[in-house]
């Protein structure tokens, strides 16, 4: 930093600055935070020098310092065996960290019924493959693919040398990847043929070299190639069949452990068996996938046969090339991700501890040297493939295996109600296996059976198709398959949630979903054994009497466990009176709890994980149907063993969260420990470990002695006393789950705990996520009692403030208000039950030091290092000292964590602080922003930052060398906070500012009026404009527009005019102050101009889901980021993210998925209501998301592709270079943009009665607003002021060549926390060294946007009819023949069309462009279309078809050459009409899941759609002629839906009535507008079965029903009464 000189003279004083002093606490450290005090204008000169010291060499052997042999294309191997490395006191990940590896991709299968092997069959997979490329992604070179593989049947042909005859049925093929090292491949060589000849079982017939062509490979890929051979094996003894698969399997299961001991790595050395099988064989590699088959000349060999061919192509997030990563593996092809990995992994190490895998060997078999079933080193498909294969080796088939570990939400589903075996089936294995839980498609093979199954909530697509001469195809795209001869399909179908379709191939039989399932779940009679064994423990009723007798023994046990009076006013009372969580706002500006000088709970060390991008997080709210909080307790058995009664016997609950008698009868269940976590405090702090050991062998010794449930308490009937203190039960539970992991015992007791303290949801979510099954909260309980009892609620009770309610009902609240909250945590990571959620060990730790982690939660990331054990029993200790005052204790302890209270917690957004920016800004004061700043100089430490400092490489400058001003503020940006959240006037007040000084400012999600889109020209001389008579201080010439237009979950106001005016789309993915979660914008503030703007209705509220309804892996992100370009090339797209753990691998794929920007969000930020617990406990500083990012994609090739920005909490010029250093380019500012602009720090925002105007819709509120743009302005002159004092004191002339010189930053002197001297600042030190370097910065203003390259759009436009009629607004119809990879068809023509005339111009002066289109049509097909245009094809489209129509019509309808029934038949994919505002589409087929997900205003018809059908919508019509799936209309508030009953009873089950009700048609309106939708679809597409709806008008109409939502009930298609109302003001008139 720069240091401050003595002659500086001191500050003047200022009234009310005083009080903004902090109370200083004895014996507390403070550290001072070194902000320079620059010169704040031109005039201004420097009083000051820094502190300048050399250069600081970077530290060896971290992971910067790979960087640069890591840009050598030619040298990209690593050694990357440890991937798991500690640094002082810290527990990293390294950025490349294999359980962060994610793989979205395109997959399928080929096959023929005909039982014979064919070339055919293969060559139609490599094309298949091809047309899945864009699904993939390619390295830092721009040619090694992520991964391509195929999957067949061996083709004996090619091994004819080898084997011959009837010796084919007793052999094997080992496909090897081998070191290219001479010898390390012969000794790798040799140990596995002596793994094979051991004990004579197998014959080595020979070593076949596998034919390739490395000169068709990418630099990356060619570097790491592997040397490729193929081990043919024949069995000694005649083996053959499933028998010689489990001796061949032992063979494979055994080479890594064997080349170990040969000093050998499979990883490293690339020892790595693709398959090993006598039936199936593998061919990958990192290639992309039209090269496959140019690598592996025996792809194209005639010879080459067989009667199936399963093909992958990959996208990686990770971009190191890893030839076994690469898929298919030994019997999946797996698309998607397992966001319960780590838990997968912990519980599959336990059952491979204890289970018996000799069943999937030959009997007899020596398996005591097998390799590790579960490996860190693998991806999580690797992992579920092992997982897998193992249990087809123990006699399962494909099908079984899935069933058990990719189970669907088979709960409250009605297609089950006749089939209750299959749910009995799913009820058992619950017990046994945990589900492997996240957005799948996994195709199968096992050499006798094929298939393919979705996960339970259908994040993949995954179509399929049969012909008449035999064909069966499975792909994630329609179309990808040539030689298809439309006349002779005979079924075109799509999987669903769940669902599964296999293929005998031995009989040619092909099977249907739940008569595979049916079948295997009659297999033994699962329902008889749950009756018999399982014991159920519902929900009991709640004690109401009280635990203490006095007041003063509870609140003593609640401050001696960490409570404060925040916790009881306001999470409590919340929880209790309205069984949701505390809403808060404006972010969390409190510091960080290692650094905080205030006693936190353990909890408060651990940041909860989300998802984002690589996996969507799930919908709890109105997708729920596919979660459970389902809990098994007791001794689990062995899922791959046969089937037995004795499995069955475990205690079931609804919930973790429990009660008193609920736990009794637990423990009356089954044989019960109880273990206290009490003892006594005059051990001291070195006690703490010690008694933690002791708990540990005290589990151990119980469940050897048979105890099946560990009841953990800290529970006595006096509460605590003076001479005790306690093991947190965070750090009991991970203990002892890991100890009992290491010890081979987990799986033979569960956890339960019983503490007082746990009470936020978060503490659950914890407890939980390193191994709890239940947890009794007896404080919390006791905490609701409590305030049902106070005179304050009494008294609110009666007064009608808040509901009056028993104290049994609050009870009841309160744990419902848990259990949605757990709901929330685990969707937010895309989990969808709590049994995988269990152990899984989802968030990071950030202040808890090796020491800590050691102890008790192994795995978890902790890269700061921080809190020792000592360190912790300190902290408990004096929390133990404030329950033991030497005065009486009267009340909770107010810490002022929440909210800012003066001589509490620090707040570095503390109401003072606003006013001193106040007054520097509006008068443009240089001594009042210096007090600003002394204010922060003198405040204690609170975020990572203040504990770093800067070292220049070079000699100051004079300031008038450096850069000005302007050039500095045009890399400044304000976040994206919607209008709607803030008032016109806070808005657009900042648009204006930022567009005076050259920077951007953020729409948020909301649309913009289309006002704003020109200069304003009519501002006198008082600075105000008739055209936006609200503000103050405009100019002529001002630009009101916000350059960047976001695009998030809602699509809300998203219009092709709105995108074509924007400099900049961003798509948020998630926001800082609730990362994973949705929003929602409150009725009350959706007046009709905000209702305007979104397409919606006045008053009704709007939410934002948690999952963007299109983006549900890496490739649906590339999509989005393609259609966006599409529409606008001249736009880059961003992608918010927020920081995480694993966030470098996430923006690797961003990167690659070929966005611009990347902007990386702290957890600290956010302007938005969110849960309390959200705030606090989700995200990460911003400090490791930038520095990760930056380290990844600079180590990985990949840091030129994109611009990253920052946000969150920043103030200065100082946040701004060490944003810079961190590798950022431009920095964001939300809530201090806010403040500037008039914000008081009130924090009820959500309650939209902002006193200041600033976040309200209120009229009267909003004239308070004080803001100008001119505030801002000097506000942001101010902050660029100060990086250029900065920049000058270190020597630099460009803020530009700061960036990424992370090698500058050291720690800073003095700089150490109250609790701990431990922390470990190497992850943010250990920077790339880009000092030599910097071809990677990007400069935006001559940066090009990336494109997609050659597009069918283009040929359009190019066509000079086209571009005639588009300019001339003529009529025009066009043929065009289309495929699958020709994606966002249309989105580029509506571009061009609303540049040149806007929304509805171009049909309003008589424009028509009629476009016809003959093939498969590729992802977002009629994407943004506009009035007047006219889109239809002639064969099938993908999905998001209609993504953001805003006016014309799209229409599907099949070949005239297809024979098959369309109306039975899907003809569209998922999420059709995702955002749509306007238009209609007409489809003669069905479609798939989410059908007019958020559509506002489009008119559809269908004949049949899946689950989440009208999910959100706001507005527009939807007919369905056919069968829904499930989850009908949830979250509909407005538009109207039709839907045809033909099966009595089936719309009823399907339909979420949380809002909606169903009607039959009765209004003559309603009739009128149904049939005419129906005529137009007949008109349109030929539809038979419309047609004969029409014929058979008066027999069909009474099957329909209508969805009504609220806010449609009064509308003349809904209701009579509105004509009645009409008809009788008339007869008045």
């Known amino acids: 930093g720069c240091s401050l000189p003595p002659s500086l003279p001191p500050a003047s004083a200022s009234a009310g600055v005083g009080a903004f002093r902090f109370e200083r606490v004895r014996e507390m450290r403070r550290s001072v935070l070194l902000l320079v005090l620059p010169a704040l204008c031109s005039a201004f000169a420097p009083a000051y020098s820094p502190k300048l010291t050399s250069f600081r060499v970077p530290v060896k052997g971290r992971v910067g310092s790979l960087a640069p042999s890591l840009r050598n294309s030619q040298n990209f191997r690593r050694n990357v065996a440890n991937n798991v490395f500690c640094s002082g006191n810290s527990v990293q990940y390294a950025p490349f960290q294999y359980l962060e590896e994610r793989d979205a991709c395109g997959v399928g299968f080929v096959a023929t019924r005909k039982n014979e092997p064919s070339h055919d069959v293969v060559r139609k997979a490599s094309v298949a493959l091809g047309c899945m490329e864009h699904r993939g992604a390619c390295g830092a070179d721009y040619d090694s693919g992520d991964g391509a593989g195929i999957m067949t049947a061996i083709p004996w042909e090619l091994f004819a040398d080898f084997v011959k005859g009837e010796d084919q049925k007793k052999s094997g093929v080992g496909m090897m990847f081998l070191p290219q090292d001479d010898n390390k491949r012969e000794t790798a060589k040799k140990t ?147 966001n319960t990995l780590l838990g997968n992994i912990n519980w599959m190490r336990a059952r491979e501890a204890v289970m018996d895998q000799g069943v999937a060997f030959e009997k007899g078999s020596d398996i005591s040297k097998l390799d590790p079933l579960s490996t860190a080193k693998n991806s999580d498909s690797a992992n579920l493939d092992e997982a897998v294969t193992l249990a087809i080796r123990a006699g399962k088939t494909p099908m079984e295996a899935l069933m058990i570990m990719v189970p669907e939400a088979y709960k409250n589903q009605p297609a089950l109600d006749k089939m209750p075996e299959i749910t009995d089936f799913y009820d058992y294995y619950s017990g046994l296996q945990e589900a492997w839980d996240g957005p799948a498609l996994l195709v199968f093979s096992d050499g006798k059976k094929l298939g393919a199954c979705l996960d339970r909530n259908g994040l993949r697509p995954a179509r399929f198709l049969t012909t008449t001469d035999g064909l069966v195809c499975m792909m994630s795209e329609t179309g990808v398959v040539p030689g298809i001869d439309e006349s002779k399909i005979e079924k075109k179908g799509r999987l669903g949630p769940g669902q599964m379709i296999a293929f005998d191939l031995e009989t040619g039989e092909f099977f249907e979903n739940y008569e595979i399932k049916s079948k295997i779940a009659k297999q033994a009679p699962y329902g008889q054994w749950l009756k018999d064994k399982q014991t159920k423990v519902t929900k009991q009723q709640m004690k109401p009497d009280r635990l203490f007798k006095n007041e003063i023994d509870l609140i003593r046990q609640q401050v001696v466990f960490g409570w404060a009076s925040e916790d009881m006013e306001m999470q409590i009372a919340d929880m209790a009176s309205t069984g949701k969580e505390t809403t808060f706002c404006m972010g969390d500006d409190a510091p960080l709890a290692v650094l905080s000088e205030k006693p936190h709970t353990l909890y408060n060390y651990f940041k909860q994980r989300f998802a984002q991008v690589t996996n969507p997080p799930i919908d709890p709210l109105r997708e729920n149907l596919v979660m459970s909080l389902d809990m098994y307790l007791g001794r689990k058995g062995n899922c791959i063993e046969p089937p037995s009664d004795h499995n069955a016997e475990l205690i079931k609950i609804e919930s973790p969260v429990i009660n008193e008698r609920e736990l009794d009868m637990i423990k009356s269940a089954k044989k019960t420990a109880v273990l206290s976590t009490l003892y006594d405090i005059s051990m001291g702090p070195q006690g703490l470990e010690q008694q933690v050991n002791n708990l540990k062998k005290q589990a151990e010794d119980a469940v050897k002695a048979g105890a099946e449930i560990l009841v953990i308490s800290d529970f006595t009937p006096t509460g605590i006393s003076a001479d005790q203190t306690y093991i947190p039960p965070l750090m009991a539970v991970g203990a002892v789950h890991h100890h009992l992991l290491s010890q081979k015992l987990r799986l033979q007791a569960s956890i339960v705990v019983e503490t007082a303290q746990a009470w936020s949801t978060h503490h659950f979510a914890c407890l939980v996520g390193y191994g709890a099954s239940a947890v009794l909260p007896y404080a919390a309980y006791e905490g609701v009692r409590s305030w049902h009892a106070s005179t304050k609620t009494q008294s609110l009770m009666e007064t009608g403030r808040i509901p009056k309610i028993s104290v049994e009902d609050a009870l009841v609240n309160y744990r419902e208000s848990v259990d949605a909250g757990l709901y929330k945590i685990m969707s937010k990571i895309g989990i969808s039950l709590l049994s995988s959620y269990n152990a899984a060990q989802i968030f990071e730790a950030i202040g808890l030091g090796k020491d800590v982690i050691d102890l008790a939660f192994k795995g978890s990331v902790s890269r700061v290092g921080g809190m020792s054990v000592g360190d912790v029993a300190n902290e408990i200790a004096s929390l133990h000292a404030t329950g033991f005052p030497e005065t009486p204790l009267k009340q909770l302890e107010n810490y002022g964590f929440v909210k800012y209270y003066t001589g509490r917690e620090y707040h570095h957004n503390a109401p003072p602080l606003t006013k001193l920016l106040h007054k520097a800004i509006r008068e443009k004061s240089v001594a009042d922003y210096e007090l600003f700043q002394e204010s922060l100089k003198n405040a204690p430490l609170a975020v990572l930052r203040d504990l770093l400092d800067i070292k220049s490489d070079r000699k100051p400058i004079s300031l008038d060398e450096v850069e000005p001003v302007e050039e500095i503020m045009r890399k400044f940006n304000t976040g994206g906070m919607s209008l709607g959240a803030l008032s016109r006037e806070a808005h657009e007040t900042l648009s204006v500012a930022m567009n005076r000084i050259g920077g951007k400012s953020n729409s948020g999600e909301g649309g913009e009026d289309e006002l704003r889109f020109k200069p304003i020209s009519d501002v006198d001389e008082s600075g105000h404009s008739p055209s936006f008579p609200h503000l103050r201080g405009l100019k002529n010439g001002d630009e009101i527009t916000s350059k960047i237009k976001q695009v998030a979950s809602g699509r809300f106001g998203v219009t092709p005019e709105y995108l074509m005016t924007a400099s900049q789309i961003e798509i948020k993915i998630a926001q800082g102050a609730k990362p994973g979660e949705g929003g929602q914008l409150p009725g009350n503030k959706i007046d009709k101009y905000i209702a305007t703007l979104r397409l919606s209705k006045p008053g009704v509220t709007l939410i934002s889901p948690p999952p963007h309804h299109d983006i549900y892996s890496i490739e649906d992100l590339a999509q989005l980021i393609y259609d966006l370009h599409m529409i606008n090339p001249k736009a880059k797209v961003s992608v918010k993210l927020v920081a995480c753990s694993g966030i470098g691998t996430v923006a690797s794929g961003v990167a690659k998925a070929n966005a611009d920007v990347i902007h990386i969000s702290g957890h600290d930020g956010g302007t938005g209501a969110s849960p309390l617990s959200s705030i606090k406990h989700a995200g990460l500083p911003w400090e490791l998301g930038l520095t990760e990012v930056h380290k990844t994609l600079y180590d990985n090739g990949l840091r030129d592709r994109v611009l990253l920005r920052v946000d969150g909490g920043m103030k200065t010029g100082w946040d701004v270079v060490l944003g810079a250093l961190m590798g950022a380019e431009e920095y964001g500012f939300g809530t201090i943009a806010m403040i500037a602009e008039g914000c008081i720090m009130a924090r009820i925002c959500h309650t939209n009665n902002c006193p200041v105007g600033v976040t309200t819709q209120k009229e009267a509120l909003r004239k308070k607003f004080p803001g100008t743009p001119e505030a801002v302005v000097n506000y942001f002159e101010f902050v660029a002021q100060e990086v250029r004092q900065v920049m000058a004191h270190l020597g630099y002339k460009s803020l530009a060549d700061l960036v990424g010189r992370g090698d500058l930053l050291v720690k800073r002197d003095g700089a150490v926390p109250t609790k701990t001297n431990n922390l470990d600042l190497s992850f943010l030190l250990s920077a790339p060294n880009t000092k030599d370097d910097r071809s990677w910065v990007h400069d935006e203003r001559t940066q090009g946007v990336n494109d997609n390259g050659p597009v069918l759009d283009d040929e359009i436009l190019a066509d000079k009819e086209v571009l005639a009629a588009i300019e001339g607004a003529k009529e025009l119809k066009k043929q065009v023949n289309i495929v699958n990879t020709d994606r966002a068809t249309g989105a580029r023509v509506a571009g061009h069309i609303a540049k040149r005339w806007g929304n509805l111009g171009f049909e309003r002066e008589g424009g028509s462009l009629h476009l016809v289109f003959k093939g498969s049509a590729g992802q977002s097909f009629g994407a943004f279309t506009l009035p007047g245009m006219r889109m239809e094809v002639e064969g099938e489209v993908n999905d998001y078809v209609g993504k953001g129509i805003h006016g014309g019509d799209i229409v599907v309808r099949p070949p005239a050459e297809s024979k098959f029934a369309a109306e039975d038949n899907v003809i569209v994919g998922n999420t059709a009409l995702y955002g749509a505002t306007g238009g209609r589409l007409f489809a003669n087929g069905k479609a798939g899941e989410r059908f007019a997900v958020r559509n506002s205003r489009c008119q559809a018809v269908c004949e049949g759609t899946g689950d989440h059908a009208l999910e959100y919508m706001t507005g527009g019509v939807v007919v369905v002629l056919g069968e829904t799936g499930r989850n009908v209309a949830a979250g509909m508030t407005g538009g109207l839906a039709y839907l045809l009953e033909e099966e009595e009873g089936m719309v009823e089950k399907r339909l979420n009535a949380e809002i909606v009700k169903k009607q039959r048609v009765h209004t003559k309106a309603g009739e009128e507008q149904l049939k005419s939708l129906i005529e137009s679809h007949v008109r349109l597409t030929g539809s038979p079965k419309g047609q004969r709806i029409l014929n058979n008008w008066s027999s069909f109409l009474p099957k329909f029903w209508q969805l009504v939502p609220p806010s449609e009930a009064k509308t003349p298609e809904a209701s009579d009464q509105v004509l009645e109302d009409v008809a009788k003001e008339a007869a008045k008139v």
């Open 192 to 338: 596995v043929e002596a793994v094979a000849t051991k004990n004579g079982k197998f014959q080595v017939v020979g070593w076949r070299t596998v034919p390739v062509k490395p000169e068709v490979l990418g630099s990356q890929a060619s570097a790491n190639r592997p040397h490729i051979e193929q081990i043919i094996l024949k069995s000694t003894e005649g083996l053959t069949g499933d028998v010689l698969e489990q001796a061949l399997y032992l063979v494979m299961r055994s080479i890594q452990t064997a080349v170990k001991e040969k000093g050998l790595d499979w990883f490293d050395d690339m020892i790595y068996a693709c398959s090993f099988s006598s039936r199936t064989i593998v061919y990958k590699g990192m290639v992309r996938s039209v090269v496959l088959d140019q690598f592996y000349s025996d792809l194209t060999d005639p010879r080459y046969k067989s009667q199936f061919a399963i093909y992958h192509r990959r996208f990686s997030t990770n971009t190191m090339p890893r030839w076994p990563l690469a898929q298919p593996f030994r019997s999946l092809g797996h698309n998607g991700e397992i």
